[in-house]
């Protein structure tokens, strides 16, 4: 079973920066794509971030360009999510998700995805 654990949220004030990791279990991280969502309260899971199983082709959605950044580290299966210029409408539960099929590229679409995290909380005061 793979498993995906998310880290690194927190409180922090607008302006402020957070980098989220994600860990996901197995041996075969490196042949996936990965991505990023995120659920604020009372509204439906939306897409942040997405990159290809070869760690290029980066998608953001418009209210994160130029602040969010997704990267990864096969070497320790992780995934990551750099998040600066941080701003109250930020808040959310953020969810890594890992892509249901092999060597493809980033898609902006939940049902590309087939295993996620459990989630990390990110609270950005104003």
């Known amino acids: 079973q793979v498993q995906l654990v998310e880290s690194g949220g927190g409180l922090v004030q607008a302006g402020g920066s957070l980098r989220l990791s994600c860990t996901v279990s197995g041996r075969t991280f490196s042949r996936y794509a990965m991505g990023w969502f995120r659920q604020a309260s009372g509204k439906e899971r939306e897409f942040v971030a997405a990159?290809?199983?070869?760690?290029?082709?980066?998608l953001y959605t418009d209210s994160v360009k130029g602040r969010f950044t997704i990267s990864r580290d096969n070497a320790k299966n992780t995934v990551y999510l750099q998040m600066n210029s941080l701003k109250p409408e930020d808040t959310a539960i953020y969810y890594c998700a890992r892509s249901a099929a092999v060597f493809t590229g980033p898609s902006m679409n939940r049902g590309a995805y087939d295993y996620w995290g459990q989630g990390t909380q990110v609270t950005v005061s104003s």
């Open positions: 990159q290809s199983w070869t760690g290029g082709n980066p």
